[in-house]
Nanobody, 125 residues
Framework: QVQLVESGGGLVQAGGSLRLSCAASRRTFSRYAMGWFRQAPGKGREFVAFITRTGGVTYYADSVKGRFTISRDNAKNTVYLQMNSLKPDDTAIYYC??????????????????WGQGTQVTVSS
C-alpha cells in the first residue's frame, strides 16, 4: 500500500505559477512510475504528465506541454509538478498517482494503482 498526499494547490491569477508536490508514504517510492491527472468541474479525469521510476523520461498532455514540468526526488519520496503560465482552463483538482508496472499506458488512469486525495488549483482570469 502506498499513500500519496498532494499539496501546493491554491488560487492564482492567469499567467502565474504554482508548484504541486506529492509525498509518498513508502521508501519503495522509486519502484513506481508517477503520473499527474486533473479533473475540471463537470468533466472526466484527464492525463497531465508522467515520469518514469528514475525520472529519466517524461511525457505531457499537449495542453500543458511547454508550460508544466514533472520531476521527482526519490530521496524525498516526492514527485512535483511545476506549473507556469497558468490559464483559467487549468482550473481543476489535481491528483498524483503511482504506477507499479510503469507500463506504456501512462495516459490511462486505469494503469495506476494508488491515488492521492487531490489538491485544488484555481486560475482566475
Amino acid at each position: 500500500q502506498v499513500q500519496l498526499v498532494e499539496s501546493g494547490g491554491g488560487l492564482v491569477q492567469a499567467g502565474g505559477s504554482l508548484r504541486l508536490s506529492c509525498a509518498a508514504s513508502r521508501r519503495t517510492f522509486s519502484r513506481y512510475a508517477m503520473g499527474w491527472f486533473r479533473q475540471a468541474p463537470g468533466k472526466g479525469r484527464e492525463f497531465v504528465a508522467f515520469i518514469t521510476r528514475t525520472g529519466g523520461v517524461t511525457y505531457y498532455a499537449d495542453s500543458v506541454k511547454g508550460r508544466f514540468t514533472i520531476s521527482r526526488d526519490n530521496a524525498k519520496n516526492t514527485v512535483y509538478l511545476q506549473m507556469n503560465s497558468l490559464k483559467p482552463d487549468d482550473t481543476a483538482i489535481y491528483y498524483c498517482a503511482a504506477d507499479r508496472d510503469g507500463g506504456s499506458s501512462y495516459r490511462n488512469e486505469n494503469e495506476y494503482d494508488y491515488w492521492g486525495q487531490g489538491t485544488q488549483v484555481t486560475v482566475s482570469s
